[in-house]
């Protein structure tokens, strides 16, 4: 697994759900059924600005071992999510859209969409958060979390909120544009978690 | 949950018993717990040896007296040692599949859809450089359809009467093949030509 650069940092960042559900909708009017299926993950649309060679350089040596061996990217999002504490998986077991953690400094805010990772077997997992919680004084909470767990962590899998990284594999090779104002361009890439 | 429901969760198991009475159990994704065998087991979307199930196949149905068939297909990971699982330890293994509905992690009102064994075992390299295997199945009750019919004029009878002598070893009850360019034998004749 490959750990990608921090700087310079994107431009764009684009979230989809690898969704592996579906409509059923029959062709002549009958109600539509949603059938979802297990197992739905991120992908994530990485837009990188016009670089120096030597920031590009960087970049895509990274890329070129990461379209064998994986990526992984620490998540950068609109706030500051730093000050969660230490939080761990409450407990083994745990199934569905609910997660029980603990561990977290007391009175943190886990807001409506914050990506998290759930690190179990030494994989990275992320998940969000769907209903904006405060954690309570003991640092536990039952958060609502989307998609459902992939996996099944064991109690005190580490969860990553302050600082969570999103790793998988990388949607296709990747190159920039090295153009004639020695100024590369068009760097992009897209990271499928795996499972 | 009902089938009736605006949005329905459901899922795939397939359950692969081995002769050796080690299992495989898979799940389409995530993972599932599900009782087929009176105990409950865990499903998960993909197993260290066998790796995921990239194809479900083709299953046939049918009434009567019909042979049905399938196959299936697993990507075994990279990681996995290639005779872990590719081998004759694949055969006659039991390969059951359910397709039921899912709450959290259980599986409710699941269907058991087909039984059947492994018949035979191909590994084929696909188009992006993977590894997989395919597994042809037959129907359990395909079995039955194996005749003893005692002591007959044919090779494995001859053979246990005189070992090792080979008179019989061309009696197949095949069709016969001559080579390309030899001269056209009588239409009526079972003799085929390639």
Same mark, same amino acid.
């Given at each position: 697994?490959?750990?990608?650069?921090?700087?310079?940092?994107?431009?764009?960042?684009?979230?989809?759900?690898?969704?592996?559900?579906?409509?059923?909708?029959?062709?002549?009017?009958?109600?539509?059924?949603?059938?979802?299926?297990?197992?739905?993950?991120?992908?994530?649309?990485?837009?990188?600005?016009?670089?120096?060679?030597?920031?590009?350089?960087?970049?895509?040596?990274?890329?070129?071992?990461?379209?064998?061996?994986?990526?992984?990217?620490?998540?950068?999002?609109?706030?500051?999510?730093?000050?969660?504490?230490?939080?761990?998986?409450?407990?083994?077991?745990?199934?569905?859209?609910?997660?029980?953690?603990?561990?977290?400094?007391?009175?943190?805010?886990?807001?409506?969409?914050?990506?998290?990772?759930?690190?179990?077997?030494?994989?990275?997992?992320?998940?969000?958060?769907?209903?904006?919680?405060?954690?309570?004084?003991?640092?536990?909470?039952?958060?609502?979390?989307?998609?459902?767990?992939?996996?099944?962590?064991?109690?005190?899998?580490?969860?990553?909120?302050?600082?969570?990284?999103?790793?998988?594999?990388?949607?296709?090779?990747?190159?920039?544009?090295?153009?004639?104002?020695?100024?590369?361009?068009?760097?992009?890439?897209?990271?499928?978690?795996?499972? | 949950?009902?089938?009736?429901?605006?949005?329905?969760?459901?899922?795939?198991?397939?359950?692969? %018993?081995?002769?050796?009475?080690?299992? @495989? $159990? &898979?799940?389409? #994704?995530?993972?599932?717990?599900? /009782?087929?065998? =009176?105990?409950?087991?865990?499903?998960?979307?993909?197993?260290?040896?066998?790796?995921?199930?990239?194809?479900?196949?083709?299953?046939?149905?049918?009434?009567?007296?019909?042979?049905?068939?399938?196959?299936?297909?697993?990507?075994?990971?990279?990681?996995?040692?290639?005779?872990?699982?590719?081998? %004759?330890?694949?055969?006659?293994?039991? @390969? $059951? &599949?359910?397709? #039921?509905?899912?709450?959290?992690? /259980?599986?409710? =009102?699941?269907?058991?859809?087909?039984?059947?064994?492994?018949?035979?075992?191909?590994?084929?390299?696909?188009?992006?450089?993977?590894?997989?295997?395919?597994?042809?199945?037959?129907?359990?009750?395909?079995?039955?359809?194996?005749?003893?019919?005692?002591?007959?004029?044919?090779?494995?009878?001859?053979?246990?009467?005189?070992?090792?002598?080979?008179?019989?070893?061309?009696?197949?009850?095949?069709?016969?093949?001559?080579?390309?360019?030899?001269?056209?034998?009588?239409?009526?004749?079972?003799?085929?030509?390639?």
């Amino acid at each position: 697994m490959i750990d990608l650069p921090t700087t310079p940092s994107p431009t764009n960042i684009r979230w989809e759900v690898l969704d592996f559900g579906g409509t059923m909708q029959g062709p002549v009017g009958g109600s539509a059924q949603r059938i979802n299926r297990l197992g739905n993950r991120w992908s994530l649309m990485v837009t990188l600005p016009p670089m120096l060679p030597a920031d590009a350089d960087q970049w895509e040596a990274a890329l070129l071992r990461g379209l064998r061996q994986g990526v992984r990217w620490r998540i950068i999002q609109a706030f500051n999510p730093e000050g969660a504490g230490s939080p761990l998986v409450d407990g083994g077991s745990q199934a569905g859209d609910q997660l029980d953690v603990k561990g977290f400094n007391a009175g943190y805010w886990c807001r409506r969409n914050q990506p998290f990772a759930i690190v179990s077997g030494g994989k990275r997992y992320v998940h969000r958060v769907v209903t904006a919680q405060q954690i309570g004084a003991d640092g536990t909470a039952t958060l609502e979390i989307e998609p459902p767990l992939r996996v099944e962590p064991t109690d005190e899998d580490v969860l990553e909120f302050s600082a969570p990284y999103i790793e998988g594999l990388l949607a296709e090779p990747v190159t920039g544009d090295f153009s004639a104002d020695r100024i590369v361009h068009g760097l992009s890439f897209t990271i499928n978690e795996a499972g | 949950m009902a089938v009736t429901d605006t949005a329905i969760t459901v899922a795939g198991l397939l359950k692969i %018993d081995f002769v050796d009475e080690t299992s @495989v $159990r &898979l799940c389409d #994704g995530g993972f599932l717990y599900f /009782t087929s065998d =009176s105990t409950s087991e865990k499903y998960e979307a993909s197993d260290s040896i066998y790796g995921t199930l990239a194809d479900p196949g083709e299953w046939e149905m049918g009434f009567g007296d019909q042979a049905e068939g399938g196959t299936i297909t697993l990507a075994p990971p990279d990681t996995a040692t290639f005779t872990d699982w590719y081998g %004759d330890h694949l055969l006659d293994a039991r @390969v $059951r &599949l359910w397709f #039921g509905e899912v709450s959290g992690s /259980t599986v409710s =009102s699941a269907e058991q859809v087909a039984d059947m064994l492994i018949d035979t075992y191909e590994q084929e390299i696909s188009a992006g450089g993977q590894r997989i295997l395919q597994l042809g199945l037959i129907s359990r009750a395909e079995k039955l359809f194996l005749r003893n019919e005692g002591n007959v004029c044919s090779e494995r009878f001859h053979k246990s009467v005189w070992t090792g002598e080979n008179g019989f070893n061309n009696c197949t009850d095949l069709a016969g093949y001559v080579a390309w360019g030899a001269e056209s034998p009588p239409r009526s004749g079972t003799t085929r030509f390639r």
